[in-house]
C-alpha cells in the first residue's frame, strides 16, 4: 500500500492507496501545528501496511534530495510550520518519503490520471487564492534551484487597470493581477457575483492568455491544464484560448496549437488531482 498527504494551509488530506492510483481510504485532518497535526496523520496510516508516502506540501519546501534540508519547510506565513521537516516527522515509520509541492503533484495527477493522460508535457495552472504552476516536461516535474514560482511572473497592466495588485512583493505580478483575491478586491465583490460582468472576464482572460502566452514560449507545453476556483467560470476557456492565439502571433505554429479547444483544457480529476498525484509520487 502507499500513502498520499495534500498538505494545505486549512487541512490535510490523507489516502491510502494501491500501486495502480487507487485510492482504498481517505480522510482530513485540520492543519494547526506540527505538534497536534503530525500524530493525527501517523495514525490515518499506522493500521495500513505502507511502504511509501507521496506528500504534496505547501511552500516553500527544499525538494532537493541531496541536501540534508530536503522535505523542511522554509519561510512560510504558517509560523508554527517554518522549519519543520516532512523527513523528520516519519523517520521512526520506515516509510519511504517523497515530497513535492502541492502545486506539482496537482500536476502530477492530471498528468497521469487526469487530462494529461499519455502525455509527457503538460503544465497545470491553479488560479484560487493563488496562482500556482507546475511543470512536467519530458515525464517529470521541474525543479531546478528551488521551484517553479511562474504565479509570480510580471504581466503587462491593461492601460485602463487601476487596481494596485494584491500580491505584496510585485505590483503587476499575474497572481496579483488576477487571482481571486485580486478580482475581488479591484470589484468589492467576491468573483461568483461578478459572474454576468463581462468587463470582469474580459480583463482576467486577458492576464491568464498573457502568462500562458509566456509559459507556451518558455516551457513548450503539449497541453495546458487549467484549474483553481476562478476557472469554475467555464466562459473563461473560449476567451482565454482566442487571447492566447492573439498574443502568440503566428509565431509558433504546431498541431497542438491548431487544435487550441484540446490544447487549453480544465482539469479532469474532478478536485482530486493533489492527492493522486501525492499516490503516484508514492508509488514511483
Ligand atoms: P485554493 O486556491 O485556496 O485552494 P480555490 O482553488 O477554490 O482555493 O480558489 C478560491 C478562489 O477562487 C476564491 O478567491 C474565489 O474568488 C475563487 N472562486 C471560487 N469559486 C468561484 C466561482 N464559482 N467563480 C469565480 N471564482 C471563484
Ligand atoms: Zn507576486
Known sequence: MFGAIEAGGTKMVVAVG????????????????????????LDFFKDHDIEAVGIGAFGPVCLDRTLPDYGRIGQSPKLSWVGFSWIDAFKDTGYDVVIDTDVNVAALGEAVYGSGRGLDDVIYVTIGTGIGVGVYLGGKLLHGMLHPEAGHILIERNASDTFEGSCPYHKNCFEGLAAGPAIEKRYGKSAALLIDDDKVWELEAEYIAKALEAYICCYSPKRIILGGGVMHVEKLFPMIRKKTKEYLGDYIKTPELENIDSYIVPAGCCGSQGIKGALYLAIK
Open 18 to 41: 494501491d500501486e495502480k492510483g487507487n485510492i482504498l481510504s481517505s480522510g482530513s485532518i485540520a492543519t494547526t501545528t506540527p505538534d497536534e497535526t503530525i500524530p493525527k496523520i
